[in-house]
């Protein structure tokens, strides 16, 4: 083999089709036949529905059909929950369309069909429905306090779940409260994770085609082959009746790994008419029905020795499910459990999260998930822990680190670190950013009494990709594998197709995969189609999210390409009257070792197979191969960011100034491509940090239900990223790579929030809440020179 | 989203628009660049009977010099103002001010009679051409009447341009010896402004000895802040000229709201105030 491919920057191929849009969203499918739906939603977050009258809507011209929850009650299912994340969990029937009672603004209330799109948004305003408000629980403590008024009256409590890790009761480390009664120091901290919206770029989309006794979906989604596995199973339709297509899908972020309302909506109308029916959200229905991220109160408790060692962290959490438990969203704060210890060695750690029903939309996954809670919990804490030591916050960070020399390492919460060198990327990263001349610049400025302050601050951060082992999983309760597959089909012409498990929706796996292909079978690059996201050609699958494709479909698809080369070899062999045992396969040619000449390409054994009129005896007349992964382990990509703020201290405007992020993601296939991800991430992460929070009032009404008040950053906003990688090779991959979809966004809120707080922090300012609005920091400044 | 339906005018002159607008009644609106009433019909907050585009006037197109001033006719995008060497060269301010509207893509289609017209108080313009003195010419169907711009925003997102009214052009008078500067805060940097100052400042020897300055965002229309504008003649020194940009908000009622509170707002008004007149001499 000969690596041309992998570690080159290649431009994805598939990007002239997704920017330019000239490629099958599904808002552009089109069948005959096919009616439009409109939604009509709540405008309240919690009321009973004493009538509802869908007949006035029918009067509209073009109207086909209208429906309200109670019309198809019997046949609209509810939606799944695959992550009952305790064996108590309370996980109430979420239908579809609410039936007697809306629970958060938005929700689904009545559905019109009709032949065009217009005629049934017209027609869904003349719906009739009257509502008898209930009380909306909103706040969290609020609502587990004795008396609380009760989301679902009929479960008794608006608490879900408490799930708790203890490493003492694990046997993966000490006690954690014992830790913290002996402590020299205790830094006791609230942090709050705001809600967040994923606001992926192309708003969330379903056809459904109804055709005999089969139904073809597709859908903007992240999951293809688990929503066919879901819609089966929850419309009792035979699975193999079921067929999802994922055509291409412009982002995700995990807000589109979700088994949706709108779905089985689209689903039962398609059912119920018997002709094809497409459902397109528009931007404000998105903002206020998709799945939310975020939104939990952390109480944190950090136990150290005065000398900066830290002995033990007590974590305890309220994570707002909203009014319904998601897909995945009871195990979101527990995939972020076992990374509250991060990159630090203590001995003793305790975690509890009580996932908490209010009326508001739903919440789950969102890039990180969970991740990025932890990270920001621990990298806060070491830079209070610093500041209450006196210490220099990067010194309090390395005494704690695991040592490149220590891996693997075991963790308190007992995963198995695989490699990486925390030093190496960190001295990399102060060198990048000229730390010591911005602490001085620093300490010129407060003595100066400068009215823009500035700040430094650090993230050094590991996250857990490549979910996941699926006996892990299973531990934890989820409901499915974390397998991932791969096939690879040698064309007669000795072109390439491969088939995946994953589904791209935005990461650039064409590009990627055909990468890897190119080097492993000797072929050209452009040679090679990745197909994907269709069940009919990509039948088994996992999907993509949690920074899992390449880490794992990545292997699958090695696996695949050597059981190609496998079937190739006694082939090439038998044309070149060669023992097998003989050849070797390198510049893209089987020959015989220590000849150069006269070699066997793979296009010249696909094109024998397919002839089949001289192959060895009893061979099959295939080179095709299949193969299915499932991780041994997480992979741990690591990485050190900074982050250099000017906070205008008359305005409370945030500037940063510099960000420098060092990434160590193990092996890269394609540079660009990581570059992307680690520039959005970093967007993304700083948006928290700066601009983004969904905002209910004391009613439940989202007030941040257009993107005029839900402040998403542009590149406008953001300054020029300095990025750079070390290369820790993942152990457990042939390619040695691990991840980095989730990096940037796990990495840079902290390093972002540390830098304001840092700049503040001789004003007496210790914590300014996230979003770090300038009025925020403007009323800390006040608050802190006060 | 999708607007309801509507009948589509496409007039050729003022004249025809204006009858247009008039058999129509209540329920007819204009359109030039659609930068604000379009999201308004998408999200189905606006529901007009008719729309009337005013985009095949020709008589509404183009800048011109007359005299003192600057006449700018309701066709005329952001991006022909950012590009006029008219404007360039008489008008600064304004053209400093519109290269902070909105985006790109909103300059090249958005109009600067539309902003006006639309009167929205967080707009940036508004303020802007109140405190350069400009004057609304407006056609109906009595004939044309002008109307300055002290007397044209009415309450928020209202001008006394009625409904069977076209805003012809505006009327923007030279800057001269005005020095200005248009100062804006916003959350993002396609966002409204949570405040703009817009200042013009005339100075004799490092001594402001006349000053002009406009709030945007500070209330339900653009406002004059008289009582820095009062306490900015004579300032000398950044002491006395922060001392009179402190005075900014006096007066004024800025909304209480999710993006900012009214206090901090009143903060921010002065703190523009400063800077941009710090600016200036």
């Not at chain 1, 998105?286 to 900066?308: K, N, P």
């Not at chain 1, 397998?483 to 590009?511: D, F």
């Not at chain 1, 097998?580 to 150069?596: H, I, K, M, S, Y």
Request: proline residues 6%; aromatic residues 6%.
């Amino acid at each position: 083999m000969t690596i041309t491919e992998v570690g080159s920057a290649r431009r994805r191929k598939e990007d002239a089709r997704l920017i330019t849009g000239r490629t099958t969203w599904t808002e552009n499918v089109t069948l005959p036949g096919m009616l439009h739906l409109a939604i009509l939603r709540s405008p309240m977050a919690h009321a009973r529905i004493t009538s509802i009258d869908v007949s006035p809507a029918l009067e509209t011209k073009g109207v086909v059909a209208a429906f309200s929850g109670r019309d198809v009650a019997d046949v609209q299912g509810a939606l799944p929950c695959a992550w009952p994340v305790t064996a108590d969990m309370v996980h109430p029937d979420r239908p579809p369309i609410a039936v007697d009672e809306v629970k958060f603004m938005g929700e689904a209330v009545a559905v019109v069909a009709a032949r065009s799109r217009a005629a049934a948004l017209d027609a869904i305003a003349a719906i009739e429905v009257d509502y008898e408000p209930l009380p909306a629980v909103l706040d969290m403590e609020a609502a587990i306090a004795d008396g609380a008024d009760l989301v679902h009256a009929d479960k008794g409590t608006n608490k879900g779940y408490t799930w708790v890790f203890d490493s003492a009761e694990a046997g993966t480390g000490g006690d954690a409260a014992a830790a913290l009664d002996g402590a020299e120091v205790v830094i006791k901290r609230r942090y709050v994770q705001q809600r967040l919206i994923p606001a992926f770029m192309e708003p969330r989309s379903v056809v459904v085609d109804p055709t005999g006794d089969a139904y073809s979906i597709w859908s903007a989604t992240q999951i293809p082959h688990i929503l066919r596995f879901l819609i089966s199973v929850v419309t009792g339709t035979p699975e193999h009746k079921v067929r999802v297509i994922a055509p291409d899908v412009g982002g995700g972020f995990g807000g589109k790994l979700q088994v949706t309302p709108e779905e089985l909506i689209a689903f039962v109308a398609a059912k119920r008419l018997g002709r094809p029916v497409k459902y397109t959200e528009s931007r404000s229905e998105s903002l206020v029905s998709a799945h939310h991220g975020r939104d939990v109160i952390q109480d944190l408790e950090l136990a150290a020795r005065r000398d900066g060692t830290v002995t033990g962290l007590r974590v305890k959490l309220l994570a707002n499910m909203g009014a319904y438990m998601g897909l995945v969203g009871p195990g979101v704060p527990i995939l972020g459990a076992f990374m509250y210890n991060a990159i630090y060695k203590f001995p003793a750690y305790r975690f509890e999260c009580s996932g908490i029903f209010t009326n508001t939309t739903i919440t789950d996954a969102y890039r990180g998930a969970g991740r990025p809670e932890a990270t920001y919990a621990i990298e806060r804490l070491m830079d209070e822990l610093a500041a209450e030591l006196g210490l220099d916050p990067m010194d309090v960070r390395r005494r704690n680190w695991i040592k490149a020399e220590e891996f693997p390492f075991t963790t308190v919460c007992g995963l198995q670190y695989d490699s990486g060198d925390y030093d190496k990327a960190t001295d990399r990263a102060m060198e990048l950013l000229g730390y010591d001349e911005l602490r001085a610049e620093q300490q010129r400025r407060r003595e100066a009494q400068d009215p823009v302050q500035l700040g430094i601050g650090i993230s050094t951060y590991t996250e857990m990709c490549g979910l996941a082992p699926s006996r892990v999983l299973g531990s934890l309760r989820y409901g499915a594998g974390g397998w991932e597959t791969a096939s690879v089909r040698m064309l007669p012409t000795g072109k390439v197709e491969v088939v995946t498990g994953t589904s791209p929706h935005g990461q650039g796996h064409e590009t990627a995969w055909s990468q890897i292909v190119a080097d492993q079978l000797g072929v050209a690059f452009d040679d090679v189609e990745v197909l994907h996201g269709d069940t009919r050609t990509s039948y088994k699958g996992l999907d993509t999210y949690g920074s899992r494709s390449l880490a794992v479909g990545g292997i699958a698809l090695y696996n695949a390409c050597q059981k190609v080369l496998d079937k190739a070899k006694p082939i090439a062999a038998h044309m070149l009257e060669c023992d097998p045992a003989d050849l070797e396969f390198t510049g893209g040619q089987f020959r015989v070792r220590g000849n150069p000449d006269g070699g066997k390409s793979m296009a010249d054994c696909a094109l024998a197979v397919f002839a089949a009129h001289d192959l060895p005896d009893g061979i099959e007349p295939t080179l095709d191969a299949d193969a299915v992964y499932d991780p041994v382990n997480f992979s741990f990509p690591h990485g050190t960011h900074l982050c250099a703020t000017e906070v205008d201290t008359e305005t409370g405007r945030v500037t940063i100034r510099k960000y420098v992020a060092v990434d160590d993601i193990g092996k890269v296939i394609n540079p660009l491509i990581v570059e992307g991800q680690v520039h959005g991430g970093i967007a993304q992460g700083v948006a928290q940090a700066l601009f983004e929070e969904a905002v209910y009032d004391a009613d439940g009404n989202l007030m941040t239900g257009t993107l005029v008040d839900y402040t998403l950053p542009t590149a406008a906003d953001l300054p020029s990223f300095v990025t750079d990688r070390t290369e820790s090779p993942a152990p457990d991959h042939p390619l040695g790579t691990k991840g980095v979809g989730e990096a940037g966004t796990i990495a840079s809120t902290p390093a972002v929030v540390n830098a304001i707080v840092d700049a503040l922090r001789p004003m007496g300012v210790n914590d300014i809440a996230m979003p770090c609005t300038p009025e925020r920091v403007w009323r800390a400044v006040q608050g802190g020179a006060a | 989203m999708i607007p309801p339906s509507f009948d589509y005018a496409a007039p050729t002159t003022v004249d025809e628009a204006v009858s247009t607008l008039r058999d129509a009644g209540e329920d007819a609106k204009v359109i030039a660049g659609g930068q604000s009433l379009l999201p308004l019909l998408r999200m189905r907050f606006a529901a007009p009977s008719t729309l009337v585009d005013l985009g095949g006037v020709a008589e509404l197109r183009g800048v011109r010099e007359d005299g003192d001033a600057i006449v700018i006719g309701a066709m005329v995008t952001h991006a022909d103002v950012l590009r006029d060497p008219l404007v360039n060269a008489h008008l600064p301010l304004l053209a400093q001010a519109t290269s902070t509207v909105a985006d790109r893509q909103v300059r090249h289609r958005g109009t600067f009679a539309g902003s006006l017209a639309h009167a929205d108080p967080a707009g940036d313009l508004p303020a802007v051409a109140l405190v350069l003195g400009a004057s609304m010419e407006i056609a109906g169907p009595g004939g044309r009447r002008v109307v300055p711009a002290s007397e044209f925003f009415v309450d928020y997102l209202e001008s006394v341009v009625a409904p069977d009214e076209v805003l012809v052009a505006v009327r923007v008078p030279k800057q001269g010896a005005w020095q200005g500067r248009y100062e804006k805060f916003n959350r993002v940097a396609q966002g409204w402004a949570l405040v703009g100052v817009a200042a013009l400042v005339k100075r004799e020897n490092g001594t402001v000895t006349a000053a002009r300055v406009g709030l945007t965002n500070m209330g339900s229309t653009p406002l004059r802040a008289t009582a820095a504008e009062e306490a900015l003649a004579g300032a000398g020194d950044a002491e006395a000229i922060g001392a009179a940009a402190a005075r900014a908000a006096e007066g004024t009622r800025p909304s209480d709201d999710m993006l900012a509170s009214a206090d901090y707002r009143r903060h921010l008004a002065g703190v523009l105030t400063k800077r941009a007149v710090a600016s200036l001499v």
